[in-house]
């Protein structure tokens, strides 16, 4: 079995529009949840969000080329090619058909169909666009991104809600691991921030609707209300061990375990025994060959909706106890839906390659239902050699992964 590494990646998030940008606000503990501006969301009852602030796609692609793709495909891309460039990889370092493409996204292009579907509705059929389908379907991204790179291996788009990049980052994991692939493009996009994207969540009554940006995502606070829609995109380059070292790459990290469990529970919420979510980090942790007592920082899914946090904190306690530090990045960046995973599994191998572990951010009093050892400013430098990261999505998806430090 092939050992699968890290070699590059990258981002568009409310914290930057790069990994560095958003290391380095991450490390700050600044936070990228904001006053909603890209429509007027009064109606709605929900007024922050995580945004993408001053993006522009054709810093790394052609104009003519992003004018073509909906936002969320602009996202994935634009990560991509930041996660390429940093693995140093060329064309005459890999079998095209070899390098496979697998992403995440929970809803695709809602910016186009919300475009479309209006225009429709004001102007009549006959002025819908020719690219509405391929600009919303979700499977553009990974059909996009395998065009550029000129892919030739499988290319597809897992769709599981909220665990979707998650999902993905495992699949990739599990072809390098078998020999199928060499290299895999994969991570997760979402660009859900408008205003049928917001107005649906609320009608879940799943969104905050705190006005404070820094009282709107509070995952395992007493007094958490739900959680703040966020986008982005996130890409990361996996490779064979034996591949990265022939051609003299720099390891970021290592994947080594992967799990994947379903509630078979509930259309929305989570199985409240956490068991399920528990059986996935105990694969995780088996594939790697590893203890729970050898993960020293799990980045939860942490939605800071009550359901949530209740049931992944007693899952995290029945199998780890109070000995694993535990943070949620979403306060910081705000819930990107299928893409949350891949931000996430980012932001755990950056902090396990620096040493520094995102800080649980807020002063809010912790849950006593939520009984896990929260990361903060006086615990946060530790290097840890191994780190899980849990996604759990609408419909009872459990995806969790396991990394190594490098």
């Given at each position: 079995m092939q050992r699968v590494v890290v070699t590059g990646m990258g981002t568009v998030n409310p914290l930057g529009h790069s990994v560095a940008e958003t290391v380095a606000t991450m490390d700050a503990g600044k936070i990228g949840i904001r006053p909603i501006t890209k429509f007027d969301a009064e109606k709605t009852g929900i007024t922050v969000a995580g945004e993408v602030e001053g993006f522009k796609p054709e810093v790394r692609m052609e104009k003519r080329l992003s004018k073509r793709l909906d936002l969320f495909t602009q996202y994935g891309l634009y990560s991509a090619i930041e996660a390429y460039e940093q693995s140093g990889l060329t064309k005459d370092d890999v079998d095209s058909e070899r390098m496979a493409v697998i992403f995440g996204s929970g809803i695709g292009g809602l910016t186009t169909i919300q475009e479309q579907v209006t225009k429709m509705n004001a102007k009549g059929p006959d002025r819908v666009s020719p690219l509405f389908v391929p600009e919303a379907i979700s499977n553009m991204v990974a059909g996009t991104i395998s065009q550029y790179f000129g892919a030739h291996g499988p290319s597809y788009v897992v769709v599981t809600a909220c665990a979707s990049a998650t999902n993905a980052i495992g699949e990739a994991a599990m072809r390098i691991q078998s020999g199928k692939a060499d290299v895999v493009i994969t991570g997760g996009a979402e660009a859900s921030v408008n205003e049928i994207g917001i107005a649906g969540f609320a009608a879940l009554s799943a969104l905050s609707k705190a006005a404070d940006p820094a009282k709107a995502s509070l995952p395992f606070a007493a007094d958490r209300s739900g959680f703040v829609l966020g986008e982005g995109g996130g890409?990361?380059?996996?490779?064979?061990?034996?591949?990265?070292?022939?051609?003299?790459?720099?390891?970021?990290?290592?994947?080594?375990?992967?799990?994947?469990?379903?509630?078979?529970y509930h259309m929305t919420a989570p199985d409240p025994s956490g068991h399920q979510a528990a059986r996935a980090m105990e694969l995780a942790i088996e594939e790697a060959g590893i203890a729970p007592s050898d993960v020293g920082y799990i980045n939860a899914h942490g939605t800071a909706t009550k359901a949530n946090d209740a049931m992944e904190s007693k899952a995290i306690h029945d199998l780890f106890g109070d000995d694993v530090l535990v943070s949620s990045t979403k306060a910081l960046t705000g819930h990107l839906l299928g893409a949350a995973g891949a931000i996430e599994a980012i932001m755990t191998i950056s902090a396990l390659h620096e040493g520094k572990l995102p800080i649980n951010v807020g002063d809010a009093e912790q849950d006593p239902e939520c009984p896990v050892t929260l990361v903060d400013a006086a615990n946060r430098d530790v290097e840890v050699d191994y780190a899980l990261s849990n996604s759990f999505g609408f419909g009872g998806h459990n995806a969790v992964l396991a990394f190594k430090r490098w």
């Open positions: 890409a990361i380059i996996l490779e064979s061990l034996e591949h990265a070292q022939q051609r003299g790459a720099n390891i970021l990290g290592e994947v080594v375990g992967y799990g994947a469990t379903s509630d078979a």
